[in-house]
């Protein structure tokens, strides 16, 4: 079976969700179009955390997308980093910049969002159709999710300010299920 062209991983699939969020209340004719230009290369995208910038080139138009995604509170953070730090301790196999699919289920569990809902991010896009999220912003968050199932780090550092994937472990930390939990608890 070939991979999925959008979400080959969790990370990716979780913001495909995103846009196909926007066929919840029936088809969106702009879901095949921006596919399609994502599949092209159309969008050209420039990726830091917090914001993801793109130029959507249309019939030789190119359009300026911004998307703008609320950064993770303190706590999430501090959970998030706990849990990739020990997810990766457990998987030291993986490629740089992967991440096992185990992670994503972890976040999920303590619900700390990954992928942005359209309501919560902040879209702008110079183009002129009425329809909001307009084919450009799909074709950029389509294009997103193929470059966090390249490198589902991404996804992390998206939501993360400072984020610094190849710090190495605190010496102080310790994993809690390598503590003994009657002699860390006491008698
Ligand atoms: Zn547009």
């Keep these: ?97 992967d991440l096992p699919d185990s992670l994503e289920a972890d976040l999920r569990r303590e619900k700390i969002g990954v992928a942005v809902a359209l309501d919560d991010m902040d879209a702008a896009c110079d183009c002129r159709t009425r329809r909001r999220p307009c084919v450009h912003v799909l074709a950029t968050l389509y294009t997103l999710s193929q470059r966090i199932d390249e490198r589902p780090l991404l996804a992390v550092e998206l939501r993360s300010p400072g984020w610094e994937p190849a710090a190495p472990a605190d010496p102080d930390w310790t994993p809690l299920a390598d503590l003994d939990v009657e002699s860390f608890y006491g008698p």
């Excluded at 969700?17 to 596919?35: D, F």
């Excluded at 230009?37 to 130029?55: K, M, P, S």
Aim: cysteine-free.
């Design 1 to 97: 079976m070939m991979p999925a062209e959008f979400g080959a991983t969790p990370w990716g699939r979780i913001w495909v969700r995103t846009v196909e969020s926007t066929a919840a209340a029936g088809p969106n004719p702009a879901l095949p179009k921006a596919r399609s230009l994502a599949r092209n290369h159309a969008a050209t995208l420039t990726v830091e955390t917090g914001r993801v910038e793109a130029e959507v080139v249309v019939s030789g138009r190119t359009q300026q997308v911004r998307i703008d995604l609320p950064p993770w509170s303190d706590q999430e953070r501090a959970e998030a980093e706990r849990l990739v730090g020990k997810a990766l301790a457990e998987h030291q196999n993986l490629a740089a910049g």
